[in-house]
């Protein structure tokens, strides 16, 4: 606990005041602004040690264009920085990839891949191929939803920039992200909207039930 501490208050510490806002929190941030905190956000994720052995593994999937992505990140890195345990209030495990082959039959063998694979983990991992996103997502939600090109690109569209947040293991130490809106909202325990698609329902049920378990948020409405 102390080291959990010393890595969460050696980041406060470095944070930008007030008058950074702007800065802080603009879109489509230079790379190397992204950069400055993802070594802090991968040591927080890899507290809780359902993400590190997902993380370690998900190469054996042979999954293209593979990303471990959205609540497990960002609500992990809250339970730290609350002092909770790592897991507490995470229903699921995301999984994304990217693969040219859009049937359901393909998906379904990922599916069935990814539960062997993880089989001796007990939490729920759910996995989903990009490309055919759109092909399900208007019957579901009653809104269109763009064609993707890469899985990452759908981070762009979740109801919230702190979901926007993806993680790729690589068989080694090494990890990569992808964060469109950098990490600071999840830092800081921020909820602010992400308008690229007006689906302001599920917004408000997603930040409802976070504010219910994580009652320190600071939510942002829609409007």
Same mark, same amino acid.
């Given at each position: ?11 406060? @510490? ?10 802080? %929190? ?9 950069? @400055? ?36 990140? %960002? ?101 990569? %992200?992808?964060?469109? %809106? ?5 830092? @800081? ?35």
């Amino acid at each position: 606990m102390r080291r959990k501490g010393h890595i969460v208050n050696r980041y406060r @510490r470095q944070l930008p005041n007030q008058e950074g806002e702007n800065l802080l %929190f603009a879109d489509d941030l230079p790379r190397y602004e992204i950069a @400055r905190n993802a070594d802090t956000l991968i040591k927080l994720v890899q507290m809780n040690p359902y993400n590190k052995e997902i993380l370690k593994r998900m190469h054996l999937l042979d999954a293209p264009d593979c990303w471990l992505v959205s609540g497990c990140l %960002f609500q992990t890195v809250w339970n730290v920085v609350e002092g909770r345990h790592p897991c507490d209030g995470i229903l699921d495990y995301d999984i994304i990839y990217y693969d040219p082959d859009q049937s359901r039959e393909a998906e379904e063998v990922m599916t069935i891949r990814a539960g062997a694979l993880f089989s001796d983990l007990d939490v729920k991992i759910q996995i989903k191929n990009q490309s055919r996103v759109h092909m399900w997502y208007e019957p579901k939600f009653g809104l269109p939803y763009p064609e993707l090109k890469s899985a990452a690109q759908s981070l762009r569209y979740y109801p919230s920039k702190v979901q926007a947040i993806a993680l790729q293991g690589r068989g080694s130490s090494r990890i990569a %992200f992808d964060a469109p %809106f950098g990490f600071e909202n999840i830092l @800081r325990l921020i909820v602010r909207p992400n308008h690229a698609l007006e689906f302001p329902d599920i917004y408000e049920a997603k930040t409802k039930r976070w504010k219910d378990i994580w009652p320190n948020l600071e939510i942002h409405p829609w409007a």
